[in-house]
């Protein structure tokens, strides 16, 4: 198994544009989430997803949308990139079974000019 | 969720055991204790969580005072590789997708 991964692993983008974090796992996990990290502090919950079909809004989700039509796959899209996207941004993935374990992929480095 | 305490860093001699504290003096009774860590510029990593017993695996063991109200990691032979962030997180067990509440963590760092 590859685990949890993510693509890019870096990214410069202008502030105005749009792009999408990829976000693959192939454990077969229901539940995927998308987290950013801020230097010097923890990790904040944007969206997450129960299931295919399914997603809800975490602590930060404004400037961000995700979809999940299929379980493997929860892209996160930025709509109109702001400065303050400028963060590390970690997926993860959980089995229903050990919901208490979350796998999280390397990250991307996402810096808006 | 209830909160945690942590201290912001420690250091510990490799080869030696590292003991991280981590107080959580609310926390309620069908909370759990987890600890992540992260290794740097890596996603975090699952170590361990306990409700009330003491807990053991392959990486670590989590003692958890019989008030619940603090518990400590302990790292029985630290090597180099296992300087990062460590995290402990109390929460309600279930709901793996809506999230773990991350704080500052302990930077522990071990000495060669």
């Known amino acids: 198994n590859a685990g949890v991964t993510q693509t890019p692993k870096f990214q410069v983008l202008k502030t105005g544009q749009s792009m999408t974090l990829q976000c693959a796992q192939d454990?077969?996990?229901?539940?995927m989430s998308w987290y950013r990290q801020d230097p010097g502090m923890g990790l904040r919950l944007i969206h997450y997803?129960?299931?295919?079909?399914?997603?809800d809004q975490g602590e930060v989700p404004n400037g961000y949308n995700v979809s999940r039509s299929t379980t493997e796959d929860f892209p996160l899209r930025l709509l109109s990139a702001a400065p303050s996207q400028t963060s590390v941004y970690f997926c993860a993935s959980t089995p229903l079974e050990n919901q208490e374990t979350q796998y999280f992929g390397p990250g991307t480095r996402l810096l808006v000019l | 969720d209830a909160k945690t305490t942590q201290p912001p860093s420690m250091d510990c001699a490799e080869g030696r055991a590292a003991n991280l504290p981590c107080n959580h003096s609310?926390?309620?009774?069908?909370?759990?204790v987890y600890w992540y860590r992260q290794i740097h510029s890596q996603g975090p990593q699952y170590i361990i969580h306990g409700l009330k017993n003491n807990e053991t695996n392959e990486m670590a063991s989590l003692i958890i005072t019989e008030d619940r109200k603090s518990s400590t990691l302990i790292l029985p032979h630290a090597t180099l590789r296992d300087t990062a962030v460590y995290y402990c997180?109390?929460?309600?067990?279930?709901?793996?997708?809506?999230?773990?509440?991350f704080g500052k963590g302990t930077h522990l760092i071990i000495q060669p």
């Open positions: 997180i109390v929460r309600v067990a279930g709901g793996g997708a809506d999230g773990l509440t």
């Open positions: 454990m077969n996990h229901e539940y």
């Open positions: 997803s129960v299931g295919a079909g399914i997603t």
């Open positions: 609310t926390i309620s009774g069908n909370e759990y």
